[in-house]
């Protein structure tokens, strides 16, 4: 158990640790919940804050119940400017809209949008007062992508893939959309070097 911060199983609370199989590697936590407990699995997955693997435990008891991909909702503060974001700059595809009122252009726009497996709700309903969002979003030729978009005009800066935690490796592409939600592109799993 390379990682551990204190032992969380001899705890009676559910306490912080980091368990990694790289010991120091991420100072994001993962609570106790979620490691070895008496008749668990050992399992691979990915820590999303540091970009390594980790080894956690999971119950090897089927459950009637499974989660799929969770879908972000976005305030969308300028349709117009939004859409052009969105579908004319990074590639999404609108996959449905809606207005409570058919009849008025002006009623506001509810949206799901895709690109790749990568699915977000834009929220038209929320004003200046709803707060902004981060979203990470995985892709597999991350370089290539910010090349694509590099080819594109939309106004603003160049995008660039940045080596956020300085540890010499390129692995997020950042993009602030017209409402101010923070888009992370980075480099998908099994890329990273």
């Known amino acids: 158990m390379r990682g551990l911060k204190f032992n969380p199983l001899s705890s009676g609370i559910d306490g912080l640790v980091c368990y990694h199989r790289s010991p120091g590697v991420c100072s994001q936590p993962i609570y106790r919940s979620e490691l070895l407990q008496a008749h668990r699995v050992e399992h691979e997955r990915y820590c999303f804050h540091c970009g390594q693997l980790k080894t956690v435990m999971s119950d090897p008891q089927k459950h009637s119940f499974s989660f799929e991909s969770s879908i972000p909702v976005l305030r969308m503060l300028d349709e117009k400017k939004t859409k052009a974001f969105y579908l004319d700059y990074l590639g999404f595809e609108v996959e449905w809209e809606h207005r409570f009122t058919l009849e008025s252009p002006s009623s506001p726009l509810y949206m799901q949008i895709r690109q790749g497996a990568s699915v977000l709700h834009l929220n038209g309903h ?6 902004t969002t981060e979203v990470r979003i995985p892709v597999h030729g991350l370089e290539e992508y910010c090349q694509w978009l590099g080819g594109k005009s939309n106004g603003g800066e160049k995008p660039e893939v940045v080596d956020p935690r300085y540890e010499g490796r390129k692995t997020d592409m950042n ?19």
Do not use: H, M, T, Y
């Open 175 to 193: 993009l602030i959309d017209p409402s101010g939600n923070l888009i992370v592109f980075w480099l998908a799993k099994g890329e990273q070097e």
């Open 126 to 131: 929320a004003d200046d007062q709803a707060p």
